[in-house]
């Protein structure tokens, strides 16, 4: 009786840490941020964001439908001097806002490379 209701309860948070999932993307070659401290640096991310989902793609987007902003990695300064970049996951807090952004992304073809990915378990 108790796996069976564990079963369920697994099934239950698979299907909701899924659902969570949905509303990601994760934006590869974006500019890393040459500014001291991670606080001014995740501003200046965050700024960049809301600029290219705003101007560029024309989404009107504020900072009440977004959950977070994560950029990936640890900051390596020899990696940044050599043009590399961290990828920067947004999670949004609808899907609606994730699907308006995937259907633009032939405006930001040219400028960079924007997957969603769900990263989700295998149920």
């Known amino acids: 009786m108790n796996s069976k209701l564990d079963e369920v309860k697994s099934m239950t948070m ?10 990601n993307i994760i934006m590869y070659n974006v500019k890393e941020s040459t500014l001291e ?15 290219l989902f705003n101007k560029i793609l024309g989404i009107p987007v504020s900072e009440k439908y977004v959950k977070r902003f994560v950029t990936f990695g640890k900051r390596d300064p020899t990696s940044i001097a050599g043009g590399k970049s961290r990828p920067i996951l947004v999670q949004f807090r609808d899907r609606i806002i994730k699907n308006m952004m ?10 960079m490379k924007v997957t969603s990915e769900l990263f989700s378990p295998k149920i």
């Open 14 to 23: 698979a299907k909701r840490e899924c659902e969570s999932r949905a509303a």
């Open 37 to 51: 401290g991670w606080e001014n640096r995740w501003k200046d991310d965050r700024i960049f964001c809301m600029e």
């Open 102 to 111: 995937m259907e633009s992304l032939s405006k930001l073809k040219m400028l």
